[in-house]
């Protein structure tokens, strides 16, 4: 069985490559898409039941098998595989025939239904599977609903058939990002990381920032959103570089909690920090029907202004708290560093030359990249260590393990997706949203945010943004908001779920690194994170923030939205040059938010950000002669 489940690994990563290249169609096997998708599930859900096993849901697949395979899921390995390989054979007839539903197309629809909920349950936990089985009821009594939330009912045989057999469902364009895509980009992480290139951007971290004080937070900080381009995957960043640099904060004076709550700060930062961000960004894309690059540079500047706040907040902690730099003697150096892995940089000018100069699908761009970093680590060896054909089947083998949940992930979403267009249930609840927000904007923000918020204790980013961009996007445009402004703000406050509590997933996994306590590393991590609560509202009333319009406003935009960053972190933090009392901090908080107002947002933005401008001048002069009056004595 161990034998089995490499070869399906190894052969899932080879044919997601084979799809995403398109080699299959260059070799003359002309399918629709659904039925590639189909056969992409037909290798991924037996490598789930015989890898993953049942245990219980909410640990999902976290861990692989240790024991023997036990009969059931071999049986379910089976059942999954020929399902998928029907589906991949008999969708170009039995889509056609949704209204007909013959009876093999309804028993495979059924059989498919369940085992991807399953592999769902092993893989993400039962908060997803709810979410679905909800959606798949609304459906189900969609002409049941009260007043304005009326719909359509669908049979429950109907939808069945549908969710599995039609385009728009489970094989539609949510799985399509999935395999295509995100698990291409996946794979890269997985060149880099067996070749070395995760040692090397730590190394990088370490000689850049080592040498200042909070060196090790800082090394966190720029270490975690380097490995955030590769991976996306916010625990994959904490387990990979927290283990290295959790240790190193506690060790210089960084108490437990405040360690912990900075990784998983800066581990959260790569879904949103481009080239390569998490899968919710892609599903953005053809959600918005724009290349990928326009997502990821309408990205940069909020990206920019969380991790400016992270790195002021932890500067400002170890001023407070004394804490010095590390011991130069225990840093790499620069010179060495950028001698041993100068070339794992290649791939990356690679792949942001092919996005935004050759306009490369993303799949394509990924593609390159992998090529290049394969390429590179064949002829340049890392620290005397040179890849060869057993790393490459480690990564390939790894790659499709880790992506697994990823599958299960686009088959629910598509499924979700598939019973809300379908009962006509997304429509009217858009149109009761705007009824609730009775016309104001700021009203409809503040709901969606609240519904983020809640949907991101039990479900993942992915599954949270798909389910608010289905629901709640078409309102927000409806009501003003540009298309790309409404599903970056869906996308931001669908990341929070990493580090609020109660779930914070990701400051949980950070502070079991650091022996922290968990709700108090979760509360933590808000506050360090506070530019994600902050910065999606104001984007939302001026595109300067995603790069939209002309240069000067951005720029002017720009700037003052970094000198507000560092006026409310050190209102957060209760300290600047020194000590802030509770007054000087409200008022370095107000002189903030006035300074990151962009100018044209409103009717009066731009008396605000003058305001700001003034106040930030006083308050300069007199941290300066504070500073200056015990230096004099």
């Known amino acids: 069985m161990r034998v089995l489940v490499n070869v399906l690994a190894v052969a899932l990563t080879l044919a997601v490559i084979a799809v995403a290249s398109d080699a299959v169609r260059t070799a003359g096997l002309s399918l629709y898409t659904e039925q590639y998708l189909a056969g992409l599930l037909a290798i991924a859900l037996p490598l789930l039941f015989l890898y993953v096993p049942a245990g219980r849901g909410d640990e999902g697949g976290a861990r692989g098998r240790k024991g023997p395979v036990p009969w059931y899921d071999v049986l379910l390995a089976i059942a999954g595989c020929a399902a998928a390989a029907y589906v991949a054979v008999r969708f170009p007839k039995l889509s056609e025939l949704v209204a007909r539903r013959p009876l093999d197309g309804e028993i495979t629809a059924a059989v498919l239904a369940l085992l991807i909920l399953e592999g769902l349950r092993r893989t993400t936990g039962m908060a997803l599977v709810y979410t679905t089985l909800f959606f798949f009821g609304l459906a189900l009594i969609g002409g049941s609903l009260p007043g304005e939330f009326a719909a359509r009912s669908i049979p429950i045989d109907r939808l069945t058939y549908y969710v599995i057999w039609d385009s728009t469902a489970s094989l539609g364009v949510a799985?399509?990002?999935?395999?295509?895509?995100?698990?291409?980009?996946?794979?890269?992480?997985?060149?880099?990381?067996?070749?070395?290139?995760?040692?090397?951007?730590?190394?990088?971290?370490?000689?850049?920032?080592?040498?200042?004080?909070?060196?090790?937070?800082?090394?966190?900080?720029?270490?975690?959103?380097?490995?955030?381009?590769?991976?996306?995957?916010?625990?994959?960043?904490?387990?990979?570089?927290?283990?290295?640099?959790?240790?190193?904060?506690?060790?210089?004076?960084?108490?437990?909690?405040?360690?912990?709550?900075?990784?998983?700060?800066?581990?959260?930062?790569?879904?949103?920090?481009?080239?390569?961000?998490?899968?919710?960004?892609?599903?953005?894309?053809?959600?918005?029907?724009?290349?990928?690059?326009?997502?990821?540079?309408?990205?940069?500047?909020?990206?920019?202004?969380?991790?400016a706040a992270l790195f002021i907040q932890v500067d400002l902690e170890a001023a407070r708290s004394q804490i010095k730099a590390m011991d130069p003697a225990a840093l790499p150096r620069l010179g060495a560093v950028l001698k041993a892995g100068w070339y794992f940089t290649i791939p990356f000018v690679v792949l942001i030359y092919a996005l935004f100069s050759l306009n490369y699908e993303p799949e394509n761009a990924g593609l390159l990249a992998i090529a290049?970093?394969?390429?590179?680590?064949?002829?340049?060896?890392?620290?005397?260590?040179?890849?060869?054909?057993?790393?490459?089947?480690?990564?390939?083998?790894?790659?499709?393990?880790?992506?697994?949940?990823?599958?299960?992930?686009?088959?629910?979403?598509?499924?979700?997706?598939?019973?809300?267009?379908?009962?006509?249930?997304?429509?009217?609840?858009?149109?009761?949203?705007?009824?609730?927000?009775?016309?104001?904007?700021?009203?409809?923000?503040?709901?969606?945010?609240?519904?983020?918020?809640?949907?991101?204790?039990?479900?993942?980013?992915?599954?949270?943004?798909?389910?608010?961009?289905?629901?709640?996007?078409?309102?927000?445009?409806?009501?003003?908001?540009?298309?790309?402004?409404?599903?970056?703000?869906?996308?931001?406050?669908?990341?929070?779920?990493?580090?609020?509590?109660?779930?914070?997933?990701?400051s949980y996994v950070a502070a079991n690194v650091a022996g922290a306590d968990q709700n108090r590393t979760g509360w933590t991590s808000m506050s360090f994170g506070w530019t994600i609560y902050v910065v999606p509202f104001l984007f939302v009333y001026s595109d300067t923030l995603l790069m939209k319009g002309d240069p000067l406003p951005i720029a002017v935009d720009f700037v003052t939205a970094v000198a507000g960053v560092w006026f409310v972190s050190a209102a957060i933090m209760g300290y600047a040059i020194d000590r802030l009392s509770p007054g000087a901090r409200a008022v370095f908080g107000i002189t903030g938010l006035c300074l990151m107002m962009p100018v044209n947002a409103f009717a009066g933005a731009d008396l605000l950000n003058i305001a700001g401008v003034s106040l930030a001048l006083v308050l300069f002069v007199r941290e300066r002669l504070r500073r200056r009056r015990p230096a004099a004595a």
């Open 175 to 307: 799985l399509k990002i999935v395999t295509t895509v995100v698990v291409i980009y996946t794979i890269f992480g997985h060149v880099l990381f067996q070749s070395g290139g995760s040692t090397f951007f730590t190394d990088v971290s370490m000689a850049l920032m080592g040498r200042y004080r909070g060196g090790p937070a800082k090394i966190a900080i720029l270490g975690s959103s380097l490995f955030g381009t590769i991976s996306g995957n916010v625990v994959s960043n904490v387990m990979t570089v927290g283990v290295v640099t959790i240790p190193l904060m506690k060790r210089v004076g960084y108490r437990p909690h405040v360690a912990a709550a900075v990784e998983a700060c800066a581990s959260t930062g790569g879904q949103i920090m481009p080239p390569v961000m998490g899968i919710a960004a892609f599903i953005m894309a053809e959600f918005l029907q724009v290349p990928y690059w326009q997502v990821a540079l309408a990205a940069l500047i909020p990206a920019v202004l969380y991790y």
């Open 372 to 506: 290049t970093a394969l390429a590179l680590a064949v002829v340049f060896p890392f620290r005397g260590r040179r890849i060869g054909i057993r790393d490459l089947y480690r990564m390939c083998r790894d790659s499709a393990i880790s992506a697994l949940d990823l599958f299960m992930l686009g088959a629910a979403a598509g499924i979700m997706i598939g019973t809300l267009n379908y009962s006509g249930i997304g429509f009217t609840l858009s149109l009761v949203l705007i009824s609730v927000a009775a016309g104001s904007l700021i009203a409809l923000l503040a709901l969606c945010a609240f519904t983020n918020i809640i949907l991101g204790l039990g479900l993942p980013t992915v599954g949270v943004y798909i389910v608010l961009a289905t629901l709640v996007a078409p309102t927000m445009i409806k009501m003003g908001i540009t298309p790309m402004a409404a599903h970056m703000f869906i996308m931001y406050y669908g990341c929070l779920s990493m580090i609020t509590p109660p779930v914070a997933i990701a």
